[in-house]
C-alpha cells in the first residue's frame, strides 16, 4: 500500500463530485485509511492499557490502607477517599486526552468515509447516486463536525471542566457523546432510506440521470470498453457458392473439432503411457507450409499421481520421472477418415506431418517439459541415476538435465535449507544427489507466477507455444482493483471493478525463467496500475517491444477478459440513460445445445476470419448477442489477436427490423429436420453415444452461416468420433459426414472449392491424399506398442488396436 502510494501514476481522469483524480481511490485512500486504522488501533489499545494501570492502583489503594508513624511515634491515617478521588480525577483526566485523539481520528475517519459514496450500491447502479451526494454526503460532514466538536471538548474537559464540582457541568461530555452516537447510529441509516422512498423513487429516473451517466462512462473506461468500435452489419442472408469460394480464409480455418470431446480423444490415442497426460488443449494458429491456421495443442506432462503404487518410490517420483516430453498439435478443422484429428504432431518421438516448411514452423528441438501445469512436487535432476526421457519400443531412453533451472545443490547448507523446506530428510541422505544436481520445485506455472508476483491476477489456462525449437508457456495476468469510482462490479464474490490484460507472462518450460512483459505501449495512459508496479519493481518488467517476434505471433486476446467485457456489455452498450434505465435494449449471451442436449451459454470461441472491410483474415475471439429473455441474434463482438490491431474490440450490430437467428433457433431448426431427427434417434438405439459440439456462428461477408460438430461415440469405446457436420445458412439445415460435403449439399459445385477431399475445412484425410509410408509405419509401429501396453490390462483397447493395426498393415500392403 505505501509503494503504490508513493510511486502512484494518475489515471488523467476525475470523478464528476469531489474532482479527484482516479489515482487517489486507487492509491491513496487505501493508504490514509490504513493510517487511520493503524492510528486508531494504538490510540484504543493505549487507552486499554491506560485502564488497566489505572483499575490496578485503584484497586491497590483501596485494599491497602498506609499507616504513616509521626516523629513523636503517633500514628496518623492516611485519607483513602481523598486518595481515590485524586486518582479518579487524574485517571479521568488521562483518558478524556486519549479520548480527544480518537475523536479526532473519528473526523479523519469520516472525511475519508465521505469517498465510500463513489462504491455505493445503494441507488440503480454503482457509485454515488442522488441520496448519496444530496443526504448521505452531507450527514457525513455533519458527523465529522461533531466528532472534531467533541475531540476539542474532551481536551476542555481535562484541563478545565473535570475539577469543577458542578455535576451539571461535568456531565457535559457524556452529553455530548450520546448525542454523537444517536446520530452515528440512527440518522445515516433512516434519512437517507426515506429520502429514497420519498422523493428519489418517484423522480428515479429524473434524479438519477447524471448519475447513471457517470457510471456508464466510467464502468466502460474500467474495463476497456470505452475504445469499442462499432460498426453496423447489414445483415443479408445471401450465401452464395461464389461467397463462400471468396471466403476461403474463414472456411478453411473453421474450428469443427471442439476441444471437450477432443480432449478424450488426444488421450486415448497420444499419452501412449499410464503416467502421461494430455488433458490441457489450448487454442492457436501457426504458419504451416505458407498458410495461417488454427491448431489445437496440448503438452504431454508428467502426470505422477497415474504411476502404478508398487512404482511410486522416493527415487521414481523425485529422480527419474521428472519431466513430460512434446506436444500433440492437430488442426481445428481436420479429420482422418475414421474422424479422428489429423494431427500435425504425434507420438514419441515427434512425428511431423505437416510437410518440410511445416516441420520446420513446429519443430521441437528441447522436447522436455519441466515446467507446466501438472507439475507440482519438487524433483531433482542431474543426479547419479538417469531422468526417464520417454519410452521406445519396450525399453525407455534416459537423459541428464542440460539447463539453468533449479538451484543447484553444491553445499551442504543448500541440502540441509531444502530437506527443512520440504520436510524430507532424504534430500540429504541420498548418495544420489552430487554437487551437480539441481533441485527443482513450484514447477506448476500458475503457482511459480503467482509466488514471483502475487500482487497480478492470473488467468487460469496458461497455454504451450512452439517457439524457434523450444518450449514456452505464455501466461496473462490481469491488474485489478476494487476502488474504481462509478464502475460495476464483477468477480466471484462481486468486489472487483476495474480489469486490465497489461501483462504477458513467458515460462520456459525446460529452464523455468519467467519473463513479464507489458502489452499497453504507453502504460501511463491505459493502465496506470501496472505503470505503478514498473515503478516500484523497475528492472522487473520489460516492454512488449522487447519479446521476441517468434513469441508476439502467438500472443492472443485472453478468454477470461473476453467474458467479463462481453457479460458487462450485454448491458453497457447502451450509452441513452434513458435508455439504459428502462434496460429496453439490454442483452444477454445466448445458450446453445450441448453434448447429450442440455442447454448451456456459448463459451466465445477463437476462429480465423476476415472481418468485414478488412484486407487479410486475422486471429479473433469472438461472441454473439440477444436480446434479454430473447433467442434472435443482434450482435457480435470481436476482439482481434494480431500485431498492431491486438486488443481493439469491434462490435457489428445487426438491423433492428431484420430476424436474425441466434444458436438456440438454430439448434431448433437442427433437431426438427425429420432427416437429422431421425437419424440421432437411429443412432442413439443402436447404443452408440451422440455427443454435439459448439455451435459456431461464423460471419461471412453480409452473411451469417452456423456449424455444429457431432461426435459419435460407440457403447463399448472410448473415442469420440467427429462424424456428422451440421450446417445452416439460416433457413436450410444439412447434415454430411465432412463440412466440404454439407457445403456442397447447401450450395452447390463452385469453381474453386476449399472444402473438398484434400486438406481444406474439414476435410477428412485421405483419398487423394493418402498417408505416406513413413507415416502408415509410424502408425503401425504406435498402435503395436499400445497393444503390448493394454495385453492383460484393458481388452476392449487391446481389441481395438489390433484391429486398426490390421487396417495399416492392409493399407501397407497396396503400397
Known amino acids: 500500500v505505501l509503494l503504490k502510494y508513493l510511486n502512484q501514476t494518475p489515471f488523467g481522469l476525475q470523478d464528476p463530485v469531489f474532482l479527484k483524480d482516479v ?30 494501570d489505572y483499575m490496578q492502583s485503584f484497586i491497590v489503594s483501596f485494599f491497602k490502607q498506609p499507616q504513616v508513624l509521626a516523629p513523636g511515634g503517633t500514628e496518623y491515617e492516611i485519607n483513602v477517599g481523598g486518595v481515590l478521588s485524586n486518582l479518579k480525577e487524574k485517571s479521568l483526566a488521562h483518558i478524556a486526552v486519549l479520548g480527544s485523539l480518537f475523536f479526532s481520528l473519528l473526523a479523519v475517519g469520516h472525511y475519508l468515509r465521505g469517498f465510500s459514496i463513489m462504491y455505493s450500491e445503494a441507488g440503480i447502479v454503482v457509485g454515488a447516486g442522488y441520496t448519496d451526494v444530496m443526504v448521505y454526503l452531507p450527514i457525513i460532514k455533519i458527523l465529522m463536525v461533531l466528532a472534531a466538536a467533541i475531540s476539542v471538548l474532551c481536551l476542555i474537559w481535562a484541563f478545565a471542566i473535570s475539577r469543577k464540582k458542578n455535576l451539571r457541568e461535568r456531565n457535559i461530555m457524556r452529553n455530548a457523546i450520546i448525542l454523537y ?3 452515528a447510529l440512527i440518522v445515516p441509516a433512516v434519512v437517507p432510506a426515506m429520502v429514497q422512498a420519498f422523493k428519489v423513487s418517484p423522480n428515479e429516473m429524473n434524479l438519477e440521470k447524471p448519475y447513471i451517466e457517470n457510471n456508464i462512462r466510467f464502468t466502460k473506461v474500467a474495463y476497456g470498453l470505452s475504445d469499442v468500435e462499432e460498426k453496423d452489419f447489414d445483415v443479408g442472408m445471401n450465401l452464395t457458392p461464389e461467397l463462400i469460394a471468396n471466403s476461403s480464409e474463414t472456411i478453411d480455418n473453421v474450428r469443427i473439432l471442439d476441444w471437450r470431446p477432443l480432449t478424450q480423444t488426444y488421450r486415448q490415442t497420444q499419452e501412449m503411457r499410464l503416467y502421461y497426460d494430455l488433458s490441457g488443449i489450448d487454442i492457436d494458429r501457426y504458419e504451416i507450409n505458407g498458410k495461417y491456421t488454427e491448431v489445437m495443442i496440448a503438452p504431454r506432462e508428467i502426470a505422477q499421481a497415474r504411476i502404478t503404487e508398487n512404482a511410486k518410490t522416493w527415487i521414481n517420483l523425485h529422480l527419474v520421472y521428472t519431466h513430460g516430453f512434446g506436444a500433440v498439435m492437430s488442426p481445428v478443422n481436420q479429420v482422418t477418415k475414421e474422424g479422428m484429428p489429423n494431427y500435425l504432431i504425434k507420438d514419441i518421438p515427434p512425428v511431423y506431418t505437416g510437410g518440410a516448411e511445416g516441420e520446420e514452423n513446429l519443430r521441437i528441438d528441447v522436447p522436455q517439459v519441466y515446467y507446466g501445469e501438472q507439475d507440482d512436487d519438487f524433483v531433482i535432476v542431474n543426479t547419479e541415476t538417469a531422468e526417464f526421457d520417454y519410452p521406445k519400443g519396450d525399453t525407455n531412453e534416459y537423459i541428464h538435465y542440460d539447463g539453468r533451472g533449479g538451484v543447484r545443490m553444491d553445499t551442504f547448507a543448500k541440502k540441509l535449507a531444502m530437506a527443512v523446506r520440504f520436510s524430507d530428510i532424504k534430500i540429504l541422505l541420498s548418495s544420489d544427489i552430487t554437487q551437480e544436481s539441481r533441485i527443482m520445485f513450484t514447477r506448476n506455472v500458475l503457482e511459480r507466477v503467482r509466488t514471483i508476483t502475487p500482487f497480478l491476477l492470473l488467468d487460469r489456462d496458461p497455454y504451450l507455444v512452439i517457439s ?5 508457456w505464455i501466461q ?13 462490479k464483477i468477480g466471484m464474490t462481486g468486489s472487483l471493478n476495474y480489469l486490465r490484460n497489461s501483462v504477458k507472462i513467458v515460462v520456459d518450460a525446460y529452464n523455468g525463467d519467467v519473463k513479464y512483459y507489458i502489452v499497453d505501449t504507453d502504460a501511463a495512459a491505459t493502465d496506470p496500475i501496472i505503470a505503478t508496479y514498473a515503478k516500484i519493481f523497475p528492472d522487473h518488467f520489460k516492454s512488449y517491444h522487447q519479446m521476441p517476434d517468434s513469441l508476439k505471433k502467438h500472443v492472443r486476446y485472453p478468454e477470461y477478459l473476453f467474458s467479463v467485457q462481453s457479460a458487462i456489455y450485454t448491458t453497457y452498450h447502451m450509452t441513452d440513460a434513458t435508455v439504459f434505465y428502462n434496460k429496453e435494449d439490454a442483452w444477454q449471451i445466448p445458450n446453445e445445445v450441448y453434448g447429450t442436449g442440455q442447454q448451456i451459454q456459448v463459451e466465445p470461441y477463437y476462429i480465423i476470419i476476415k472481418l468485414p472491410g478488412e484486407e487479410r483474415e486475422e486471429f479473433v475471439m469472438m461472441s454473439s448477442f440477444t436480446p434479454i429473455k430473447k433467442d434472435n441474434m443482434v450482435a457480435w463482438l470481436a476482439a482481434r489477436s494480431d500485431g498492431d490491431n491486438y486488443g481493439k474490440l469491434l462490435l457489428y450490430k445487426f438491423p433492428k427490423e431484420k430476424l436474425v437467428y441466434g444458436p438456440l433457433q438454430i439448434e431448433a431448426k437442427f433437431d426438427q429436420d425429420s432427416e437429422i431427427s431421425q437419424q440421432l434417434t437411429l443412432w442413439s438405439q443402436q447404443g452408440s453415444s451422440v455427443t454435439r459440439g459448439n455451435l459456431l456462428v461464423i460471419p461471412l461477408a453480409d452473411s451469417i452461416l452456423y456449424i455444429e460438430p457431432l461426435y459419435i461415440r460407440a457403447e463399448a469405446g472410448q473415442l469420440p468420433e467427429l462424424k456428422r457436420v451440421l450446417v445452416s445458412d439460416g433457413e436450410r439445415v444439412v447434415m454430411e459426414e465432412t463440412l466440404g460435403d454439407a457445403l456442397l449439399a447447401l450450395f452447390g459445385e463452385v469453381d474453386s472449392s476449399p472444402y473438398g477431399a484434400g486438406p481444406g475445412a474439414g476435410a477428412r484425410a485421405g483419398a487423394d491424399g493418402e ?5 502408415l509405419i509410424a502408425d503401425a509401429q504406435w498402435h503395436y506398442d499400445a497393444i503390448l501396453d493394454s495385453m492383460g490390462k484393458n481388452w476392449t483397447a487391446f481389441g481395438e488396436n489390433f484391429e486398426e493395426l490390421g487396417r495399416v498393415l492392409e493399407e501397407l500392403g497396396r503400397e
Do not use: Q
Open 23 to 52: 489515482s487517489f481511490y486507487v492509491f491513496s485512500l487505501p493508504f490514509f485509511l490504513a493510517i487511520k486504522n493503524f492510528l486508531i488501533f494504538c490510540v484504543v489499545a493505549t487507552t486499554v492499557l491506560v485502564v488497566i
Open 181 to 183: 452516537l444517536l446520530i
Open 468 to 472: 524457434e525449437g523450444r518450449l514456452f
Open 476 to 488: 496473462d495476468a490481469y491488474t485489478i482493483s476494487d476502488r474504481f469510482p462509478y464502475s460495476e
Open 771 to 775: 498417408k505416406s509410408t513413413d507415416e
